[in-house]
């Protein structure tokens, strides 16, 4: 029916009905010529709206209710997880909304028994999806592991009618103790997770603090003190030196605001949901996580309070108290530390045990081991020697020299005195290319001795001596396996290192490793090669840092160039020791040739060539060539030319590269 506007006005009508609106007659100014129609079109009951939806869309049907015991057989079943695979139910679902703020949901996607919504929410979407508080896999999809709760709608999408489901089913669950979380221990979120306070860890957060300056760092460290790297002394372009300092951690804090340090062990690693367990029960939500946790000593007699294993200022401080008693001590191993050891004990008598034909023989060769023999004899240091011999040798009249790994520490024995004042002498008998056999206390042992000693050792070679106690420096072992991880593990190297590609990540997602629990897997350059040194422990960590900084912003990054030659500076015997490349010859297996150049209790030079090319370098004492030799190294120059001139002291050799 159609009326004129004319005819509506002779009705006497106060208003009309026009698009669903009341509009009050008196109100409107409309021209004389123009007209309304209006429609009646029939109306639906709810009923009839249903029917007429579900015969368009029967997926939107939700009369026929799905039991709670099916639901949770479905959460079971193999279309679920083809459906949803291992992500939650939520993760998938996408709303549409205009503009960068995420409204509200809407109040209910189901009206009188159907769907009445376009899009649905990841809940009222799938009819099998029954929230009730036994169906325990469904409500875990929906609870926050930072904090125990409820996801909020915003993130989940769901609708204000199943949020409060969900709310009033994770109530009644907890009630019943089907679900627990510890609301004392709340997690911790935090964008990167060092686990380790050593020399890597705490690299890799300087890194960070570096490139990513306000970003949240969580330290996890279970030792009493942190160690940071302080006084950094470059001296070539590629060689520093630095000390090792113990900081507290209020004072680590103080250096780094954004950074939170939990004194703890980490024991477990949820690489699913990249989670960290400590002991006392505290998770850490991580985006990159690096492992640091360096590396053990390799322990002789376990549990023999007469064998002391040197490995971190702890250890150094009980070897110290030890000695203020001592007459006799043993020590065994060959590396670095071992050798500083037997250097700066003095007043107590030493047995050095070792399994090479030369001492030190992880870093030096038997000639370097000459040069340091009157020091290891306590011999006290003459006038300079003015002689200086410069000799070359071929392959075939050298000792073979075996690369093993070592823990060596920057001046670590500096701030520990390892002096007995009760006796002024002290003599070192060397055991060479022989290895512990047995080991007694006294309680277990008959043998009829001048002295009674605390322990008695027996060597491989026969022969057994007492002593007061034996340190142990034979090496260390990666603390690769102190952390439970789930959903995968670690794969480890033939010496129980994490493996590492040129980017320091695992093969665990989202998970680096640095330092001594690494390991390099990735294709060497020439002249590099992998030692456990605080040196290289410093330089994977700050490595590590970049690698992760530039995964976040997922930015690439090549290998640093401190990865192109090997390079370390220590001291043994109070001389300063440079290593530059291949050193020992590693690798290079009987092609090359030695040259040196000798100053007796002055300096000792070693280089090590191939090809008419300088591979490596051992330089002992002020030599003043560490610069020569690294470029020679690295740019790899053709030095047939100069033939002995390279180590001519009357000769300026960096004057042909100018």
Same mark, same amino acid.
């Given at each position: 029916?159609?009326?004129?506007?004319?005819? @509506?006005?002779?009705?006497?009508?106060?208003?009309?009905?026009?698009?669903?609106?009341?509009?009050?007659?008196?109100?409107?100014?409309?021209?004389?010529?123009?007209?309304?129609?209006?429609?009646?079109?029939?109306?639906?009951?709810?009923?009839?709206?249903?029917?007429?939806?579900?015969?368009?869309?029967?997926?939107?049907?939700?009369?026929?209710?799905?039991?709670?015991?099916?639901?949770?057989?479905?959460?079971?079943?193999?279309?679920?997880?083809?459906?949803?695979?291992?992500?939650?139910?939520?993760?998938?679902?996408?709303?549409?909304?205009?503009?960068?703020?995420?409204?509200?949901?809407?109040? #209910?996607?189901?009206?009188?028994?159907?769907?009445?919504?376009?899009?649905?929410?990841?809940?009222?979407?799938?009819?099998?999806?029954? @929230?009730?508080?036994?169906?325990?896999?469904?409500?875990?999809?929906?609870?926050?592991?930072?904090?125990?709760?409820?996801?909020?709608?915003?993130?989940?999408?769901?609708?204000?009618?199943?949020?409060?489901?969900?709310?009033?089913?994770?109530?009644?669950?907890? +009630?019943?103790?089907?679900?627990?979380?510890?609301?004392?221990?709340? #997690?911790?979120?935090?964008?990167?997770?060092?686990?380790?306070?050593?020399?890597?860890?705490?690299?890799?957060?300087?890194?960070? &603090?570096?490139?990513?300056?306000?970003?949240?760092?969580?330290?996890?460290?279970?030792?009493?003190?942190?160690?940071?790297?302080?006084?950094?002394?470059?001296?070539?372009?590629?060689?520093?030196?630095?000390?090792?300092?113990?900081?507290?951690?209020?004072?680590?804090?103080?250096?780094?605001?954004?950074?939170?340090?939990?004194? +703890?062990?980490?024991?477990?690693?949820?690489?699913?949901?990249?989670?960290?367990?400590?002991?006392?029960?505290?998770?850490?939500?991580?985006?990159?996580?690096?492992?640091?946790?360096?590396?053990?000593?390799?322990?002789?007699?376990?549990?023999?309070?007469?064998?002391?294993?040197?490995?971190?200022?702890?250890?150094?401080?009980?070897?110290?108290?030890?000695?203020?008693?001592?007459?006799?001590?043993?020590?065994?191993?060959?590396?670095?530390?071992?050798?500083?050891?037997?250097?700066?004990?003095?007043?107590?008598?030493?047995?050095?045990?070792?399994?090479?034909?030369?001492?030190?023989?992880?870093? @030096? +060769?038997?000639?370097?081991? =000459?040069?340091?023999?009157?020091?290891?004899?306590?011999?006290?240091?003459?006038?300079?020697?003015?002689?200086?011999?410069?000799?070359?040798?071929?392959? +075939?009249?050298?000792?073979?020299?075996?690369?093993?790994?070592?823990?060596?520490?920057?001046?670590?024995?500096?701030?520990?005195?390892?002096?007995?004042?009760?006796?002024?002498?002290?003599?070192?008998?060397?055991?060479?290319?022989? =290895?512990?056999?047995?080991?007694?206390?006294?309680?277990?042992? &008959?043998?009829?001795?001048?002295?009674?000693?605390?322990?008695?050792?027996?060597?491989?070679?026969?022969?057994?001596?007492?002593?007061?106690?034996?340190?142990?420096?034979?090496?260390?072992?990666?603390?690769?396996?102190?952390?439970?991880?789930?959903?995968?593990?670690?794969?480890?190297?033939?010496?129980?290192?994490?493996?590492?590609?040129?980017? #320091?990540?695992?093969?665990?997602?989202?998970?680096?490793?640095?330092?001594?629990?690494?390991?390099?897997?990735?294709?060497?350059?020439?002249?590099?090669?992998?030692?456990?040194?605080?040196?290289?422990?410093?330089?994977?960590?700050?490595?590590?840092?970049?690698?992760?900084?530039?995964?976040?912003?997922?930015?690439?990054?090549?290998?640093?160039?401190?990865? =192109?030659?090997?390079?370390?500076?220590?001291?043994?015997?109070?001389?300063?020791?440079?290593?530059?490349?291949?050193?020992?010859?590693?690798?290079?297996?009987?092609?090359?040739?030695?040259?040196?150049?000798?100053?007796?209790?002055?300096?000792?030079?070693?280089?090590?060539?191939?090809?008419?090319?300088?591979?490596?370098?051992?330089?002992?004492?002020?030599?003043?060539?560490? =610069?020569?030799?690294?470029?020679? @190294?690295?740019?790899?120059?053709?030095?047939?030319?100069?033939?002995?001139?390279?180590?001519?002291?009357?000769?300026?050799?960096?004057?042909?590269?100018?």
């Amino acid at each position: 029916m159609i009326r004129s506007l004319s005819q @509506i006005f002779k009705s006497n009508l106060n208003y009309i009905s026009l698009k669903n609106h009341n509009i009050l007659l008196n109100e409107l100014n409309l021209p004389r010529l123009f007209s309304i129609s209006s429609i009646k079109s029939k109306e639906y009951t709810a009923e009839e709206r249903r029917n007429n939806i579900i015969e368009k869309e029967p997926s939107k049907d939700r009369r026929i209710k799905i039991s709670v015991e099916t639901s949770i057989r479905y959460l079971q079943s193999a279309a679920f997880k083809e459906a949803y695979g291992n992500e939650p139910v939520w993760k998938i679902y996408r709303r549409n909304f205009k503009g960068s703020r995420i409204p509200r949901t809407r109040k #209910m996607c189901i009206r009188n028994d159907v769907i009445s919504t376009g899009s649905p929410c990841p809940i009222c979407r799938d009819e099998y999806l029954v @929230i009730d508080y036994t169906n325990i896999d469904l409500l875990k999809q929906f609870i926050s592991e930072v904090n125990g709760k409820i996801l909020p709608t915003e993130k989940t999408g769901v609708c204000q009618q199943q949020q409060i489901q969900l709310l009033v089913a994770y109530t009644k669950a907890k +009630d019943f103790g089907l679900i627990t979380f510890d609301l004392s221990s709340p #997690m911790i979120e935090a964008k990167y997770v060092v686990i380790g306070g050593g020399i890597a860890g705490m690299s890799c957060i300087d890194g960070i &603090s570096i490139l990513d300056k306000n970003a949240p760092v969580v330290l996890i460290s279970a030792s009493p003190y942190i160690k940071a790297v302080t006084y950094v002394t470059p001296i070539t372009k590629m060689l520093t030196e630095y000390i090792v300092e113990e900081k507290s951690y209020d004072d680590v804090s103080l250096m780094y605001p954004s950074l939170r340090i939990i004194k +703890d062990a980490a024991i477990r690693i949820s690489t699913e949901k990249c989670l960290v367990e400590t002991v006392t029960s505290q998770i850490i939500k991580y985006e990159k996580l690096c492992i640091c946790t360096g590396a053990s000593p390799k322990v002789i007699s376990p549990n023999n309070e007469f064998v002391i294993c040197i490995r971190d200022t702890d250890s150094a401080e009980l070897l110290q108290n030890k000695l203020k008693s001592a007459k006799r001590v043993v020590v065994v191993g060959n590396g670095g530390i071992a050798t500083e050891i037997v250097y700066e004990i003095e007043g107590v008598d030493i047995i050095w045990v070792i399994k090479d034909k030369h001492i030190s023989a992880t870093f @030096i +060769d038997p000639g370097a081991a =000459e040069f340091f023999q009157d020091n290891l004899c306590k011999i006290e240091k003459k006038e300079t020697s003015s002689v200086i011999k410069t000799i070359k040798y071929t392959t +075939d009249e050298l000792y073979e020299s075996k690369l093993t790994g070592a823990a060596l520490g920057p001046n670590w024995h500096d701030k520990i005195n390892l002096i007995n004042k009760n006796r002024n002498s002290s003599n070192v008998t060397v055991e060479y290319e022989t =290895e512990i056999k047995n080991i007694w206390n006294t309680k277990n042992i &008959s043998l009829q001795k001048e002295e009674d000693w605390s322990i008695y050792v027996e060597l491989n070679n026969g022969k057994t001596y007492g002593c007061d106690f034996v340190v142990s420096a034979i090496g260390v072992i990666p603390n690769s396996e102190n952390i439970l991880v789930e959903n995968g593990s670690f794969e480890l190297s033939f010496d129980k290192g994490i493996k590492v590609n040129s980017q #320091m990540e695992t093969n665990l997602k989202n998970i680096y490793a640095a330092g001594d629990v690494c390991t390099a897997s990735w294709i060497p350059a020439r002249h590099w090669f992998q030692m456990r040194l605080w040196t290289q422990a410093r330089q994977m960590g700050s490595y590590a840092a970049r690698c992760m900084v530039n995964a976040i912003h997922e930015e690439s990054i090549m290998l640093d160039f401190c990865f =192109e030659m090997f390079t370390h500076v220590t001291r043994f015997f109070g001389y300063k020791v440079i290593l530059l490349g291949l050193f020992n010859a590693q690798t290079l297996e009987k092609n090359y040739e030695l040259m040196l150049r000798v100053t007796k209790k002055q300096e000792y030079i070693k280089l090590v060539i191939s090809d008419n090319k300088l591979q490596g370098a051992l330089l002992i004492g002020d030599t003043d060539l560490e =610069e020569m030799c690294e470029n020679l @190294i690295l740019n790899q120059l053709d030095i047939s030319e100069f033939g002995e001139d390279l180590l001519n002291p009357d000769i300026d050799i960096e004057d042909y590269f100018d």
